[in-house]
C-alpha cells in the first residue's frame, strides 16, 4: 500500500478489484500496478475474464463492481463516465471492434479527437490538419485511402479491424493503451505492422497492457512485465520469459502452482 | 444499467428543457376571418384574393364535397377531435391594399421573424443562391430573386399571384393531380387554401437555384392550408425545397397542404422538405396537426420525381407523398427519416403508383423512434395491368430508443403484372449499447454518439438532400431526439 501522503506515481493501479457480469463474479481480487514508460502483457486461458478486465476499465455499462478501486494518474477511474476515461488518456482496443454502418470512419476519429482535445484546453483540429495527420498514420498502417471514406470498420476484415483499432491509437495518442488481442487474427505482415504501430507510440510516459494468447506478438512488442490472469486474479508475474515458459508448459503448469 | 449511464442519462434529460427552439410568436396586426367554414367564407376568400369565377366554383365545389364526407381514422394515430367550425380559414399580416411588391415593402417584423428562423430573406437568397418564397400564416410575404428566375423563363410566385398573372395554367393543372375530391383534407383544402407557391418551368429549361418555400404558422387558432402546384415542361429540371415552423402553443394546430407535381416528358422535379413544425411539449400538450397530400404525376416518358422528407416535428404527421407513374420509362423516389419523440405520432409513407411499362420505383424509408412516441410506416406498391416489366424496390428500416416507443409497419403490394418485380426489405433495430459504447470508449459524449448513430443509420436519406438542407436536416434530427437516450 502506498503512503497516503505521498501523491500515487503509478499510471494505473489496480487493488484488489472484483466485478460482476450478468451476477456473476468474473474478477475476484485482481490487482495490477502498471509504472510509466511499460508494456504489461496479460495472458490467459479462454474465458478467464481478461476481455472484462479491459471492459470495466473502460466503463462498459452492465459491469458492476462490487469491491476494490482503480487510480488511473492518481484519480479515481471507476467514478468517470466512459467518455471522461477516454478523454483522460484511456484507450481501449477493442477484441471485436463494433461496425458503425453510415458513420465514416474518419469522422468519427475527428469527433474523438476533438472531444478529447477541448477536455484539455486544446483548440480543435481543422479538417485540413486532421487529414494530414490521419494520412501520416494511415501510411504507417498500411491503409489504403479507401478507408477515409468508408463507414466505421463497415465490411472490414478482422485484420483490418484490428489495424484501424491501431489507428484511432496513433492520432488519440493515449496515455494508457489496453490493447485486447490486438493481434489475434492477423498475418504475419499485418502483425509486425502493428507492432511497430505500438512501439512508435512506446515514451517513457506512455503504457501499454497487451492482451494476448501469442508470445509471437511479444517478439516484436518486448514487454517490461508478463501476467498470467486465471479465474479472474492474477496468479503469477514474471518477465518477459514467462511467456516463453506458458508456450512450453501451458496454464495448467501455473493454475497447479497457484492452486 | 450502471451508475455511469445514469448519470448520462440524466444530463442529457436535463438537455430536454431546451426543447423546440422556433417556438417564438410575431406580435404583428393581421387581418383574421372569424372561425367558421361555410360558402360565405369560401366566397370570402375568393374575392379577397380577387379570383376569377371558375376558382370560386371549384372552392365551392369541394366545399360542398366536403361536407358529406367524414373524417378518416384508418391510420394508427390517436388524433384528439378537430372542430371544423372554431378554426379561422384565412389570417393575412395587415399590410398595404395589395401586398408587398418587393422586399422593401414586406413589414420589418416579418422579415425579422424569418431572420429569427435561419431564412434571412435578403442575405440567405443571396448568399446561398436559393430563391426563398416565404409563406406566413396564409399569404406569402415575399419571393426573392424573382428577375434572374424570370430571365431563364422559370415562373416562381406565390400562388395566388400565379392565379393572376397565369390563369390558363392554373386552370389546366390545378386538381389534375390531387382532385378536389381525393380525401378529406385535400377536400378542405381545395375548400379554402389560401396561398402557397406556384413553379413553372418552361420546356429543357434547367432552373438556375434551388427554389424554396418557408412556411410559417404564427396567428392563434388558425390553419394553415397552402397549396403548392409545380410543373416541369418537358425536358426541365427543378429542386424544390420547403421548410416549416411554427409557435409553440398549448392548442393543436391544423396544417392541411396540398402539393402537387407535374413532370411532361425527360422532366425531373426533386421536391425536398424538412419538416419542423412545433411537436407539441414532452407531455403531449400542442403541437402541429400535420396532414398533408402530397402527390407527383409523372406524366411524360422518362420523367422523374423524388420526394425526400425529413419529419422531425409536428404533434401528428399524416402525409404520404406519392407517384404516379403513367409515362413509360418513368421514375418515382421516396426517401423518408420520420423521428417522433415525447408523444409525437407519424403515419407516413408513399405511394407508388405504377401504369406506365418499364418504370421504376425506389421506397426508402428510416423511422426513428424515442419517448413515447409512435411511427408508422405505410406504403402501397401497385403495380397496374399496363406497368409491363416495372420495378420497385422498398427498404424499411426502423430505430427504437428506449422501451416505451413503437415503430409498425405496413407495406401493401399489389401486383397486376406479372412481369413486375417488386423487393421488399425491412428491419427494425435498437440503437445498439455495442455502438453506442464504442463511441464513448473513444471520448466521444453520448449525445454526440446517439446523434452520430443515428445519422449513420439515415445517412441513405440525407445524401438525398441538398447540401445545404443536409446540414439543416442533421441539427434538427439532433435537437429533436434530444434526451432520447436510454
Ligand atoms: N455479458 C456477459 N454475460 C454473461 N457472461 C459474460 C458476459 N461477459 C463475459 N461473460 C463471461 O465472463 C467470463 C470472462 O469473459 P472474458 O470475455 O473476460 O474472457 P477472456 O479472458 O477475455 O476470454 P478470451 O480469451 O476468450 O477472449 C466468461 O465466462 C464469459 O462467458
Ligand atoms: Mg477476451
Known amino acids: 500500500m502506498e503512503n497516503m501522503k505521498n501523491p500515487d506515481t503509478a499510471l494505473l493501479r489496480i487493488e484488489n478489484l472484483h466485478a460482476k457480469v450478468a451476477g456473476k463474479e468474473i474478477l475476484n481480487g485482481l490487482s495490477l500496478t502498471v509504472e510509466r514508460g511499460e508494456v504489461h502483457a496479460i495472458m490467459g486461458p479462454n474465458g478467464s475474464g481478461k476481455s472484462t478486465l479491459a471492459s470495466v476499465l473502460a466503463g462498459r455499462p452492465g459491469y458492476e463492481v462490487t469491491q476494490g478501486r482503480v487510480s488511473f494518474e492518481g484519480r479515481d477511474l471507476l467514478s468517470l463516465p466512459p467518455e471522461e476515461r477516454a478523454r483522460a488518456g484511456l484507450f481501449l482496443g477493442f477484441q471485436y471492434p463494433v461496425e458503425i454502418p453510415g458513420v465514416n470512419n474518419v469522422y468519427l476519429l475527428k469527433a474523438a479527437l476533438n472531444a478529447q482535445r477541448k477536455t484539455r484546453g486544446l483548440p480543435e483540429v481543422d479538417a485540413f490538419e486532421f487529414l494530414t495527420l490521419v494520412r501520416e498514420k494511415m501510411k504507417l498502417m498500411r491503409m489504403e485511402d479507401s478507408f477515409l471514406s468508408r463507414g466505421v470498420n463497415e465490411g472490414f476484415s478482422g485484420g483490418e479491424k484490428k489495424r484501424n483499432e491501431i489507428l484511432q491509437m496513433l492520432v488519440l495518442e493515449p496515455q494508457l493503451a489496453i490493447l485486447d488481442e490486438t493481434d489475434s487474427g492477423l498475418d504475419i505482415d499485418a502483425l509486425k505492422i502493428v507492432a511497430a504501430g505500438v512501439n512508435s507510440l512506446r515514451s517513457p510516459e506512455r503504457a501499454c497492457v497487451l492482451v494476448t494468447h501469442y508470445q509471437r506478438l511479444l517478439d516484436y512488442i518486448v514487454p517490461d512485465q508478463v501476467h498470467v490472469l486465471i479465474r479472474g486474479r492474477i496468479v503469477k508475474s514474471g518477465d518477459k520469459s514467462l511467456a516463453l515458459e506458458l508456450e512450453r508448459r501451458g496454464y495448467d503448469w501455473v493454475a497447479g502452482a497457484a492452486a | ?486
Not at chain 2, 350 to 360: A, L, Q, S, Y
Request: with cysteine.
Open chain 2, 1 to 486: 444499467m450502471s451508475e455511469e449511464t445514469r448519470q448520462t442519462q440524466a444530463e442529457l434529460e436535463s438537455l430536454l428543457a431546451r426543447g423546440y427552439q422556433h417556438g417564438f410568436v410575431t406580435e404583428i396586426e393581421s387581418d383574421t376571418v372569424p372561425p367558421g367554414l361555410d360558402e360565405d367564407v369560401v366566397r370570402l376568400i375568393s374575392r379577397k384574393k380577387g379570383e376569377p369565377a371558375f376558382l370560386t366554383e371549384w372552392r365551392l365545389k369541394a366545399l360542398r364535397h366536403f361536407f358529406t364526407m367524414a373524417e378518416p381514422h384508418w391510420a394508427h394515430l390517436k388524433i384528439a377531435p378537430i372542430d371544423y367550425q372554431s378554426i379561422s380559414y384565412y389570417s393575412a399580416p395587415k399590410t398595404k391594399k395589395d401586398g408587398p411588391k418587393s422586399l422593401e415593402e414586406v413589414d420589418p417584423k416579418l422579415l425579422a421573424t424569418y431572420e429569427k428562423l435561419g431564412v434571412p430573406l435578403h442575405e440567405r437568397a443571396r448568399l446561398a443562391g436559393v430563391a426563398v418564397d416565404a409563406v406566413f400564416d396564409s399569404v406569402s410575404v415575399a419571393t426573392t430573386f424573382k428577375e434572374k428566375l424570370a430571365a431563364a423563363g422559370v415562373v416562381f410566385c406565390p400562388f395566388s399571384e400565379a392565379v393572376r398573372s397565369h390563369p390558363e395554367l392554373i386552370e389546366q393543372y390545378l386538381g389534375s393531380v390531387v382532385p378536389y375530391t381525393d380525401n378529406y383534407f385535400a377536400t378542405l383544402n381545395s375548400a379554402v387554401f389560401s396561398d402557397g407557391s406556384f413553379v413553372y418551368i418552361p420546356k429543357g429549361v434547367r432552373c438556375p437555384m434551388e427554389l424554396s418555400t418557408y412556411f410559417r404558422i404564427n396567428a392563434l387558432n388558425t390553419g394553415q392550408f397552402e397549396r403548392t402546384l409545380i410543373i416541369a415542361d418537358a425536358g426541365s429540371y427543378v429542386s424544390y425545397l420547403e421548410g416549416c415552423s411554427a409557435p409553440q402553443r398549448d392548442e393543436n394546430q391544423l396544417h392541411a397542404a396540398v402539393v402537387e407535381l407535374v413532370a411532361l416528358d425527360d422532366a425531373y422535379i426533386k421536391y425536398s422538405t424538412v419538416q419542423n413544425w412545433y411537436p407539441g411539449d414532452a407531455d403531449g400538450k400542442g403541437g402541429i396537426y400535420n396532414f398533408v397530400t402530397k402527390r407527383g404525376e409523372c406524366r411524360g416518358r422518362n420523367s422523374r420525381i423524388s420526394w425526400t422528407q425529413v419529419e422531425t416535428g409536428s404533434a401528428i404527421t399524416w402525409k404520404y407523398p406519392s407517384c404516379v407513374l403513367k409515362g413509360d420509362g418513368s421514375i418515382g423516389e421516396f426517401y423518408s427519416v420520420a423521428t417522433v419523440n415525447n408523444h409525437q405520432q407519424a403515419d407516413t409513407g408513399t405511394k407508388m403508383i405504377h401504369v406506365g411499362r418499364d418504370t421504376r420505383s425506389t421506397i426508402v424509408s428510416k423511422g426513428i423512434s424515442a419517448g413515447h412516441g409512435q411511427n408508422t410506416y405505410r406504403g402501397l406498391v401497385r403495380m397496374l395491368p399496363s406497368a409491363q416489366a416495372a420495378r420497385n424496390f422498398t427498404q424499411c428500416d426502423s430505430l427504437l430508443m428506449g422501451g416505451k416507443c413503437g415503430a409498425h409497419t405496413f407495406p401493401y403490394v399489389e401486383v397486376k403484372n406479372e412481369t413486375a418485380t417488386v423487393e421488399h426489405e425491412a428491419s427494425t433495430s435498437k440503437i445498439s449499447e455495442d455502438q453506442l459504447f464504442y463511441c464513448l470508449a473513444r471520448g466521444i459524449g453520448a449525445e454526440d454518439a446517439v446523434n452520430m448513430i443515428v445519422s449513420g443509420f439515415c445517412k441513405s436519406v440525407f445524401k438525398e438532400l441538398p447540401m445545404e438542407f443536409a446540414v439543416e436536416a442533421q441539427n434538427l434530427l439532433a435537437v429533436s431526439l434530444e434526451g432520447a437516450v436510454g
